[in-house]
């Protein structure tokens, strides 16, 4: 698989982070808003999950093939993440 880096406004919808993957991949995520976010599931809502504080980082996460990572805005206000797939 080839590296790949986007950003991402998070906001109160839960937004997919990478696609399934059918040979898995590694992701570095870094939150380069003030404002945490919350990574899980597609089920992912604000207050639950793995917060992600501003300004923080967080990975290499390995994913199991299929596997889909969603983020969603902890507060009131939106988060903006970088991601680096690998």
């Known amino acids: 698989m080839a590296i790949s880096a986007q950003r ?16 898995g991949e590694r992701l570095l995520i870094t939150n380069t808003s003030a404002n ?18 501003g300004n923080a980082t967080v990975g290499p996460l390995e ?5 889909v990572l969603f983020a969603i805005r902890s507060g009131g206000a939106d988060a903006t993440l970088a991601v680096l797939r690998l």
């Open 63 to 67: 994913l199991d093939p299929g596997d």
């Open 36 to 53: 945490a976010a919350d990574l899980g599931a597609s089920g992912a809502t604000a207050g639950a999950g793995y917060s992600l504080a």
């Open 8 to 23: 991402f406004t998070i906001s109160t919808t839960a937004t997919a982070l990478n696609t399934a993957s059918g040979a």
